[in-house]
């Protein structure tokens, strides 16, 4: 259903891990600046394109034109998450290009962050608690702004005059009743009416239910996934979608993003390759799901050295898990380091024989998984500025039981997040011991790295759905689940020596170094994300706390993960391994059991139990400590740009440029690649 792992982000950005990658040198040069912004709870960084050089002309042409695609569908984004965040994305824009008065002052200043912030979140709510934030200047100074940018463009809407739209506007975005969340979740509330979200308008949860119940087929063996590509509305009193299609919602950046993809078309390296790109301009022209489960079929087929994901794709967005963000990414297979994944995509009929579930959940034969470490060389849509690190798709389990699934590992992200991260002293303040520490600098990028392709190659794509269950059935808890079934396969693996024969790597001290850092993580440091006094919400967070908080109570009587106080400081330490993987193959059994069988009702309770609540005195500790190591808990990225060199009409090479200016990119996306009206 959702297979987008970022756990690395956290042990990266939080606590920023002290090592080299190995081997990666030749990557970086000693000048280059990985981190050129921070505001707010973010920092932007740059990643590098290594290796491009080693592309050929057409190839370098292929990636360019994808990277085109990557970039329209921008507007996308930011309506799906709140359908006025386009009329507030352009306001901001506008006073920021022409206001006239002081820009050297604590207003502006704040002006700018919070201007920064939108960008960062694609809208007005926080990209991971999904709840509504405020700009530091009073709405008063803000319209004093507006007042003093003459000749801004105002993205007014029909019927409004200047006043009108002032005030409209503003109350947007100073008034807390308005939209105060993007996804809700709250148990015992309408998830779907209380969403601000724009993937539903005037409906209800139960409406919803209703709409796609009475669609689907009962006994479908090969269901397609309903309402991925709409927005379902209440009009005349009657619910009904407004697909996005060419000819449809989103229409003039779906054109955009055929145009470009027609001319990748012409380059493909294959035929194979073009038919794929040739069915995914079909699914974008007629929105049918039936062509995207055709299109992704021939995409986990599809072995070129030159890979890209663009579509509706991810779930998160939605409170019910249903229907799907935009998304891009652009990249090409890193030939060495994809070795590693090879090595355990070629295994995968052992794990699964091995896997501690119950047999009849276990998948008697492991189709066509294949498995790669890539470069990455664009971002878009909902993968942008912020960025998955892992990638396992197609989501559609009939798929993925027919055809198989494709698993990358974003190398060249990973290894930007570790550069930026060098010798900021946060790992020294939340590990217990020198000795943990240690570990972890010799082994956890490793260890990062493999947990990533466990969890994306094997642990997303394992098991299987007893005849009958619906993909559907954990509805608003599929996600969180789904994560923590993937991550608890990948922590049972680390640990076994299965590892060390496929020559992964050498030492279990790689498996302590990912069990120390993901309990760590999950019971303690990555609360530096969550506001006080809010309880936690988005689907990885709540995955790696349900592992670490039921290992932690379940393991209470043999004391196999202790609670340590050294000078006022909380600190985990795990005391048996061995145990503790025990503990995760139980868990791992109960949570293939539960996704095999549809039981919302065990899902809904383990979730809520342990991965929901925050302990109030343990995160006020914690967010102290982060506090005083002045460091930001949030982590995206700008984008390299890809200009063509153009010789009698035809390009001759492309290059890449890294900028180092995320006003400037962001800016420059809003006039090259804005292509939606003001309300959609």
Known sequence: MVHRNNLLILIMSILLLSCNTGNKEEKSSSDFQWQIDRFGDAKILRYQIPAWDSLNLQQKELVYYLSQAALCGRDITFDQNYKHNLVIRRTLEAVYEKYSGDRNTADWENFMIYLKRVWFSNGIHHHYSTDKFFPEVSRDVFVGMMQKSAGAEWPMVEGQDYNTFMEWVTDLIFNPEI????VMQDEGSDIVAASACN??????????????NAIRKKEDNTPISYGLNSKLIKENGKVLEKK??????????????????EKASTVAENDYQKQGIDKLIEYYKTGDLKTWDDYNVLWVGDNSLVDFVNGFIEVYGDPLGMKASWESVVNFKDVIATRRAITISENAQWFEDHSPIDPRFRKPQ?????????TVAQLGGDCYPTTPIGINLPNADWIRRDHGSKSVTMENITYAYDQASLGNGALEEFCYSPEEVAIIKEHGALAGNLHTDLHECLGHGSGQLLPGTSSEALKNYSSPLEEARADLFALYYMMDQKMIEL?????????????????????????????????IEQAHMRSRALIAGWCYENGRAENVIEKMVRDGKTYFVINDYNKLRTLFGKLLFEMQRIKSEGDYTAGKLLVETYAVKV??????????????????????????VLEPVIVDGKITDVKVIYPDNYTEQ???????????PNLN
């Not at 996005?244 to 993809?261: R, T």
């Not at 492991?366 to 890539?374: C, L, N």
């Open 199 to 212: 993937y539903y308008e005037g409906v209800t949860e139960k409406e919803v239910d209703d709409f796609y």
């Open 244 to 261: 996005y299609v060419l000819d449809g919602m989103y229409g003039p950046a779906i054109a955009q993003i055929v145009y470009w993809l």
């Open 366 to 374: 492991v189709k066509g998984v294949s498995a790669k470490v890539i």
């Open 615 to 640: 302990d109030p005195a343990l995160h006020t500790e914690v967010l102290e400590r982060y506090n005083k190591l002045n460091l930001a808990p949030y982590s995206g990225f700008i984008n390299p």
């Open 666 to 676: 962001m800016m420059n996306y809003s006039k090259k690649f804005s292509f939606l």
């Open 503 to 535: 020559g992964l790597f050498t030492t279990l001290d790689v498996a302590k170094s990912e069990y120390s850092s993901y309990i760590r993580n999950g019971l303690m440091t990555q609360l530096v994300r969550i506001v006080p006094g809010k309880t």
């Open 179 to 182: 939209a105060p969340k993007r």
